[in-house]
């Protein structure tokens, strides 16, 4: 079965096209080089994915004849991903919560005259 495939079917991927362009953008690896969509996987191959900034290791136990509901996924493939991969997405979580929120942008012009209306205000005072 073709890798780009594989993917799908243990939706790993939404769709086979999605899977396809991981490929092709190196991505996904096989025994530590990088695959072509086409590459055939048999049982026993362990296959490395990047997404979502995680390096995602899994294993192959036995080929999917089509796609699979999501309960039956674990019948074709063994996720050796190490805990640590997943700690990391944790700590960038936390540093995405460093910079401003998502909406909060540059000021508008009436917050700016609002500012520049407290900061002269405050200035004449003193």
């Not at 790993?12 to 096209?17: D, L, Q, V």
């Not at 995405?96 to 508008?108: A, E, I, V």
Request: hydrophobic residues 25%.
């Amino acid at each position: 079965m073709r890798i780009d495939k594989y993917l799908w079917c243990i939706r790993y991927f939404k769709t086979r096209s999605i899977a396809t362009n991981a490929c092709k953008k190196g991505a996904v690896k096989i025994k530590g080089a990088s695959v072509k969509p086409s590459r055939e996987v048999y049982p026993g191959d362990c296959i490395e994915v990047r997404k979502n900034q995680i390096h995602n290791t899994l294993e192959i136990l036995d080929l999917p004849t089509s796609r699979l509901g999501a309960k039956l996924v674990d019948m074709y493939r063994k996720d050796t991903t190490p805990k640590e991969a997943f700690e990391k997405t944790e700590l960038l979580k936390y540093a995405k919560d460093y910079y401003r929120k998502k909406g909060t942008g540059r000021p508008s012009k009436k917050d700016r005259r609002d500012l520049e209306d407290f900061t002269e205000s405050g200035s004449e005072e003193y």
